[in-house]
Each structure stands twice: as structure tokens, then as C-alpha cells.
């Protein structure tokens, strides 16, 4: 019996794979022009997966359409393009047509660059990061799989402090804190050049002012003699962006404290480097501290003993504590915390 359905299954799969083929080659054998893309791009992209899979493979996929498959249409305008160029009856690449089989053709010579293969190498390591957690157990294979995307040795150990601090963390959360702090480091540096421009120690977020520098707030406070709301929080703090989304886009609360509050948001991430002068250890954190982040972290812990984020600490005009609160989404208690009445 076991016999007997191995038979059929194997006719049945050879009888598939023989339809399968057959039907893949009447698809190359099918011209496509611009129109045929516009009108109906769902089934373009879906025959062009279908050669791509069939020939070559997803990571080949990735590579020429796109992650999600966005560049599928850019990819066959160039090929109409392309065709139009080295075709001496027409230059019109919009009445254009080709086959599927001239368009696997220009896919295939780009496969032949001399680069492919390294591009390959760094899709196929961020799909396996992407899948992964932080962990310093396996950090010497996920290290090698970073260095295949291309990050350097400093950028690794940068990496690895991250994955100390935010152990269990997904990486590609993980790679979006160190991301947005790279950007934060290239505007400190800007804002370097440019120390008078004021508006370099600040941005907005809902409509709401925001201090990213710790001592330009207090300053601003000080001078406008009002409270200030520290807000701890993080590049990878998930919770984070979901309390901004849910009270910082409430029209009282963003009035109040643009009315009333100087907000400083204090990432505990924030990899920028400190000044040589401003490296030490830290007794509270059990280590030496090298970007704005530790400070951060340290005045968290120390001041507040408290080290979880979103955290928000609401100082009077002498800088004593008033109130605190950690993540919530509840507008009433974030009114409360601030001390608006309804």
C-alpha cells in the first residue's frame, strides 16, 4: 500500500512539475508593455515573481523588486527603455513591448555584476539578523553576520553595547535605535558649527516643543521660570512611541505643556560621544560612561531610582519632584500626573 501511494504521489508531482514548466514557458513567450503594467499591475508582479522563483530565487527577488516587491515596475520600465533605445524603429519606451523572456535577459545580466554576490551576502545576513534576537550569547555569530552587511569593527562593538543593554531585544528594533543615533550623533556635530542657532537644541513632535539637550532645557525653564517634565525614554522604546501616539496627540495636554512645561526627552540610547573631559565611571551603573545615553541612564537610576522607560518625572521651578508616572495610555491619568484639572 505505502508502495502504491509513493507511485502516485511521485506521478502526481512529475505530472505538476511537467504543467508547471509548461505553462512557465508560455509565460516568457508573453509580451508586457507600459500599459499592460498600469492596467494591471498585480498580475505583472505576480508573472514576474513567477519567472524570478522559477530561474533564479527569492533572495534574487529581494534584490531586483525590492523587499516587498515595490521595484517590480521600475525594473520593467528600464527594460522597456532599454529596448526602445536599441530598437531603430522606435524610441518610444510607452509603446513598447517585450517578452518576459527579454526581460529575464536584462535580470540575468544584472545578476552577472561583479557585485551581486556581496549583495547577496548582505540580504541574505539581514534576513537571518531580522529573525533574531539580542543576545550576548550568540553574539559571536550574529557579530560575523553583521560584518557581512558591511558595519565595521567600531560599529560592531557600538552594537554589542546595545545588545548588553537591551539583551532578548529583536534586533531589527535594536538596529533602529542605532540608526536614529548615528543621525543624532551627525546633528550634534552639526549643531557644533552652529552653537547660536537655538533652534538646533530642540524639535517638535505632535505639535509639541521638545529639549533634546538636557542643559539647554534647564536653561530655557530657568529663564522662563517654569517646571520641567523630564522624559526618559529610548530610540528602541516601543511603549514609548505608543504613549507619544496616544497623549502627546491630545489637544489639552500638548497646550499645557507648551503653555506651562519645558519637556526635555532624555534618551537613554542616545550613543552620541562624550567629550574626552566628560568620560568617567560610574559607580551607579557599574561602569565607565562614554555617550550621553549613560548620562542619562545615570541620572535616571540615581535621581530617581527608577530605570525602566517610558519613565516621566514632573520637576516644580526649584527642580524638586512633583510626580511621576511610568507607560500608560490613559489620557485621564496623564492629566492627572500633570496636574490638569478637568
Known sequence: ????????????????????????KQLLKKELSLQHIMEDPEEFNRNLKTIIYHTLDSIDYQILCGPAGNNASLLALGALKNSANSNSASEDYITEKITYQKL???????????DYPKIREVVIAKNQLEKRYASQSDWPNDKNLFLKMGFNEQQTNEIYELVIEHE????????????????????????????????????????????????????????????????????????????????????????????????????????????????????????????????YQEMQVKEFN???????????????EVSRIGYTKSVDDFKAFLGIKN
Do not use: W
Open 104 to 114: 529575464l535577459e536584462q535580470l540575468m545580466q544584472v545578476r552577472e555584476m561583479e
Open 306 to 320: 527608577a530605570n525602566g522607560q517610558p519613565f516621566l518625572v514632573l520637576l516644580n521651578t526649584n527642580k524638586e
Open 1 to 24: 500500500m505505502k508502495i502504491l501511494l509513493t507511485i502516485i504521489s511521485f506521478l502526481f508531482i512529475s505530472y505538476a512539475y511537467g504543467q508547471n514548466k509548461q505553462e512557465y
Open 168 to 295: 532578548g531585544l529583536p534586533y531589527i528594533e535594536l538596529l533602529g535605535s542605532y540608526v536614529q543615533s548615528l543621525k543624532q550623533e551627525k546633528e550634534e556635530a552639526k549643531a557644533k558649527k552652529t552653537r547660536n542657532d537655538k533652534t538646533k537644541e530642540f524639535f517638535y513632535l505632535h505639535g509639541i516643543k521638545i529639549y533634546k539637550d538636557y542643559q539647554a532645557g534647564i536653561r530655557e525653564a530657568e529663564e522662563a521660570n517654569r517646571p520641567v517634565l523630564l522624559y526618559f525614554t529610548g530610540f528602541a522604546c516601543v511603549n514609548g512611541r505608543k504613549m507619544e501616539d496616544s497623549l502627546f496627540m491630545n489637544d489639552e495636554i500638548a497646550k499645557h505643556i507648551n503653555d506651562n512645561l519645558v519637556l526635555i526627552s532624555l534618551y537613554v540610547d542616545d550613543r552620541s560621544r562624550l567629550e574626552e573631559s566628560e568620560i568617567r565611571y560610574s559607580e551607579t551603573l557599574g561602569r565607565e560612561m562614554k555617550i550621553k545615553g549613560h548620562v
